[in-house]
């Protein structure tokens, strides 16, 4: 007789959530995994967003308002986390499915302690084909000075570093605990004096700058950025000010649209869209012209990221999991699959356990129809947001 399988849909981290209902897994056909795994929409699983941590020392309004993370928000304890054994095993199931990519974060991913020895664990794994995976990591920047020589020996291949302007008055503002730029500035560059962003013939493909643009709060920062990574080798990438969660107060007045974003830059420094380097790719890009109107890849490129004024849910291929190991099939998401109960389950042999994991990620990614930033295009201007998905994870739970 097969033994029954229950996985919890429930996020713990949202107020007033209704009672968790049961995905009753019993019975379910045993599902080999060939690396093909596809949704309803036809969209491969392909990027995992694994957050190591709930907690941050940045507290930016967009992500982790002060007034609602004080002294007095219940973090996680340290025992609800997954262990880096536990994560690496859900990782390597990931990859059975077939996701060749995986990108730490949080909160702030570097505020987890020994965070190296995970990305070790991780960098020995290797896909179907026996190649590679490739390993990344978001961070606010923070402690990156510090951390980005172990990062690199430990297999850590490229880093995202978020930066919403350049003055420092500004940047002290935003993350609101009055942090200097000079500082992420300084951490940017040890990073690529470490080697963080090489590709894998041991070029530098450069590290990712993400800029969350706010009207009326940072939009001024747009042109500095921009002149300050032009020709550096680093990609600067503008994000349209999304409405996750239900703390930063989103509202549609505050969001720039990424094509004012692009009309302002090439006001000052022509530009040329590039087509995107893998499916998937969630910035629309941008290269720096030359004197002919052509791309001159010396100067490099820019992104825009656009989830607000122009979905990109059709070929999304990205599931995040939560620190303690819930699964979440979209950055807006309500609900979460918990896999820690059967990761921790010791009635199962671990090969039994694992193909029973195999199995629920299978059926849960074959049942996805996600496509929330697509149903909020299509409603009237003056309806919320919140009329679709209702009371949504927050984004330092699960990371953006």
């Known amino acids: 007789m097969t033994a029954k399988r229950v996985i919890v849909l429930h996020d713990e981290r949202l107020a007033n959530s209704a009672e968790p209902s049961l995905l009753q897994l019993t019975d379910l056909k045993p599902v080999v995994a060939d690396g093909l795994l596809a949704d309803q929409l036809g969209r491969q699983l392909h990027d995992l967003?694994?957050?190591?941590?709930?907690?941050?020392?940045?507290?930016?309004?967009?992500?982790?308002?002060?007034?609602?993370?004080?002294?007095?928000?219940?973090?996680?304890?340290?025992?609800?986390?997954?262990?880096?054994?536990?994560?690496?095993?859900?990782?390597?199931?990931?990859?059975?499915?077939?996701?060749?990519?995986?990108?730490?974060?949080?909160?702030?991913?570097?505020?987890?302690?020994?965070?190296?020895?995970?990305?070790?664990?991780?960098?020995a794994l290797r896909t179907q084909d026996g190649g590679k995976l490739d390993l990344t990591l978001t961070t606010n920047g923070s402690l990156l000075a510090k951390k980005a020589v172990a990062l690199k020996a430990a297999g850590l291949q490229r880093v995202t570093v978020s930066l919403d302007g350049l003055d420092d008055a500004v940047f002290r503002s935003m993350n609101d605990v009055d942090f200097p730029v000079a500082d992420v500035l300084a951490g940017i560059e040890a990073a690529r004096q470490a080697g963080l962003g090489l590709d894998k013939q041991g070029h530098f493909s450069g590290i990712k700058i993400n800029m969350v643009v706010k009207r009326g709060t940072n939009a001024e920062?747009?042109?500095?950025?921009?002149?300050?990574?032009?020709?550096?080798?680093?990609?600067?990438?503008?994000?349209?000010?999304?409405?996750?969660?239900?703390?930063?107060?989103?509202?549609?007045?505050?969001?720039?649209?990424?094509?004012?974003?692009?009309?302002?830059?090439q006001s000052e420094m022509p530009l040329v869209q590039l087509e995107p380097s893998q499916a998937g790719e969630t910035a629309q890009r941008w290269g720096y012209a030359d004197a002919m109107g052509k791309h001159d890849p010396s100067l490099g490129e820019i992104g825009v990221i656009s989830s607000v004024t122009q979905a990109f849910c059709s070929d999304c291929n990205r599931a995040r999991l939560s620190t303690e190991g819930k699964l979440y099939l979209c950055l807006f998401a309500s609900q979460g699959y918990d896999f820690r109960p059967l990761l921790r389950e010791s009635s199962v042999s671990d090969k039994a356990n694992d193909s029973t994991i195999t199995t629920a990620l299978a059926h849960i990614w074959r049942g996805r129809n996600d496509r929330y930033s697509e149903l909020r295009s299509t409603m009237p201007a003056d309806k919320t947001s919140a009329t679709i998905s209702g009371k949504r994870v927050e984004m330092s739970y699960i990371g953006g």
């Not at 077939?98 to 505020?111: A, N």
């Not at 921009?226 to 239900?246: P, S």
Request: aromatic share 10%; proline share 5%.
């Open 49 to 123: 967003r694994i957050s190591v941590t709930d907690r941050c020392n940045f507290r930016c309004s967009y992500c982790m308002p002060k007034e609602v993370f004080n002294k007095d928000y219940p973090y996680l304890p340290h025992s609800s986390l997954l262990t880096f054994e536990e994560i690496t095993r859900l990782a390597n199931v990931f990859m059975s499915h077939g996701v060749r990519k995986i990108r730490l974060t949080g909160g702030e991913p570097l505020l987890r302690k020994n965070i190296e020895i995970l990305i070790e664990q991780l960098a």
């Open 221 to 265: 920062q747009i042109l500095p950025m921009a002149r300050h990574f032009r020709g550096t080798g680093m990609v600067l990438r503008f994000i349209e000010y999304m409405d996750v969660g239900a703390t930063n107060g989103w509202r549609m007045d505050d969001v720039l649209p990424s094509a004012e974003v692009i009309k302002l830059i």
